[in-house]
């Protein structure tokens, strides 16, 4: 009886601990990078490295403000220029630059150094960039489900981001990077805004994604505020 009841509490246990890691709330790791820049390619391997950490959203959006210097980006898209520039004036940069970091919308680095990402996650766990407990998030199959909570003022946008699970290797003809291979790690091939989340619990639909990509939403305050939520499929 006595194995019985010490093997009962170790699986309540067990099931414990698997349901607070199930219950804690995704570190988003998005790296603003370029091919058509010289640095950013040891930041593309550091995010690579924590790409599959438990609890860890790693998200790679390529920008476009290089491709003047002779290779257009494959992957980028000026929505996500845009993203990184309305992040600057809240991370305290006058103008964006590659590589940079973002993580959880709250801090920032440039990336390239050894385990400069990994810090970054590790101090957003032991909640130094003051985290704020954000709504419950989740995705179905035709639809995303926002639990109640506190909004921030105006509100807080919902972001639906498709992205190309993996990693993905992008031989460079022109440009800084002219003869090498750069890897990239879960690159981001849309961002739409799916509506906005007040407070209230909110259900929207969620569009069927395409071409084998990957979703992610992420729930965060305007004007490159902090994400409050995020899930993946």
């Known amino acids: 009886m006595t194995g019985l009841k010490t093997s ?19 570190t988003v790791v998005e790296l603003f990078t370029s091919q058509g820049c010289s640095s950013c390619p040891p930041a593309n391997a550091n995010l690579i490295k924590v790409k599959d950490q438990p609890g860890v959203l790693a ?4 920008v476009t403000y290089w491709d003047y210097l002779g290779w257009k980006d494959t992957f980028g898209r ?18 964006p630059f590659t ?6 919308g709250r801090a ?19 909640n130094k960039g003051g985290r704020t407990l954000g709504p419950e998030l989740s995705l179905g199959q035709d639809k995303v489900s ?4 506190k909004a921030p003022g105006g509100g807080a946008d919902i972001w639906l981001v498709r992205y190309n699970k993996g990693v993905v290797e992008v031989p460079v003809a022109r440009g800084e990077n002219t003869g090498r291979t750069l890897p990239h790690a879960n690159v981001v091939h849309a961002l739409t805004r799916l509506g906005s989340w007040n407070g209230a619990a909110t259900t929207l639909p969620l569009p069927a994604a395409t071409g084998g990509l990957s979703t992610a939403v992420l729930v965060q305050a305007p004007g490159g505020g902090p994400i409050l939520a995020a899930a993946a499929n």
């Open 8 to 26: 009962l509490l170790a699986g309540a246990m067990l099931a414990a601990t698997v349901g607070a890691a199930a219950a804690q709330p995704l």
């Open 59 to 62: 998200l790679s959006f390529n």
């Open 78 to 95: 000026k929505e996500f220029t845009e993203r990184q520039v309305t992040y600057e004036p809240p991370l305290g940069h006058d103008g």
């Open 99 to 104: 590589p940079q970091v973002v993580v959880n």
């Open 108 to 126: 920032d680095g440039v990336g390239a150094r050894s385990g400069e990402i990994q810090n970054l996650i590790a101090q957003s766990l032991t």
């Open 146 to 149: 926002v639990g109640a909570g």
